[in-house]
């Protein structure tokens, strides 16, 4: 097996992934001792569920970067969909959303659990470039916003969809700067951190881009932060 992000060690990632999965047990038996029908546990219950959804994608990215197989984490991904129904919050967790829509497209999911999130933009009203840009690549009647919620790093997304109607390579130049942008705008650098917990670092709207735009990525295959591995896990 062959690391996709080599900022860990393949034991790191082990370790990452057996706590993980310790973690997501405990959560789970959390919450099957509060009462979904009791106004005490309510905020509970949703704490219990951002957890969930936080080392679920930890997981997720975990298995990714360690090198395992692509579909290995789809069961992951799924459960988060769940988690994320359960939890999201539009005002303060914008990036959670354009990571699960990325994921979606990449995984190919079915319809039936790729509309949970379309809904949950819905039912918050969310207007933005990127959001509508993601979900408009598998409901056509889905309306674009020209706005983006978050400007940074994003905003240079807009450049490289209007760049690739008129000339690809440089539409593909550009995303290549964003990647850049995209490492630069991270607050935490975990791979500094003197504790074990770096899962990898991945653009995965960057590969959802490629996708949805037809861009040839062939000279990003070994570029740091895109997720090469997850557009081409078909061909």
């Known amino acids: ?44 219950i949703i704490a219990t569920y951002e957890n969930l959804f936080k080392y ?10 360690l090198g395992e197989d692509v579909l290995k984490g789809k069961s992951v ?39 949970k999130l379309i809904r949950l933009v819905e039912r918050d009203n969310v207007n933005d470039y990127l959001i509508d840009l993601l979900i408009q690549y598998r409901d056509q009647d889905w309306q674009q916003t020209e706005s983006f919620l978050w400007n940074k790093p994003y905003k ?15 539409a593909l130049e550009r995303l290549k700067k964003y990647l850049s942008e995209w490492y630069k705008s991270l607050e935490t650098k975990t791979h500094e951190s003197k504790w074990n917990i770096h899962t990898g670092y991945w653009c995965w709207e960057a590969g959802a881009l490629v996708k949805i735009l037809g861009l040839d990525d062939s000279s990003l295959k070994d570029q740091q932060y895109y997720p090469y591995d997850m557009v081409h896990w078909k061909d």
Do not use: C, P
């Open 77 to 115: 991904f799924i459960a988060n969909i769940h988690a994320m129904q359960e939890s999201w919050d539009a005002q303060s967790v914008y990036v959670q959303m354009v990571t699960m829509l990325s994921i979606g497209i990449l995984l190919e999911t079915e319809g039936e659990n790729f509309n």
């Open 156 to 170: 240079g997304i807009a450049e490289i969809v209007t760049l690739s109607k008129e000339d690809k390579v440089k």
């Open 1 to 44: 097996m062959k690391l996709r992000d080599k900022l860990n060690t393949e034991d790191g990632y082990n370790e990452i992934i057996e706590e993980t999965k310790e973690f997501i047990d405990s959560e789970l038996d959390d919450l099957a001792s509060y009462n979904k029908d009791s106004a005490n546990d309510k905020d509970k």
């Open 56 to 65: 679920n994608l930890e997981l997720f990215e975990t298995y990714y970067s």
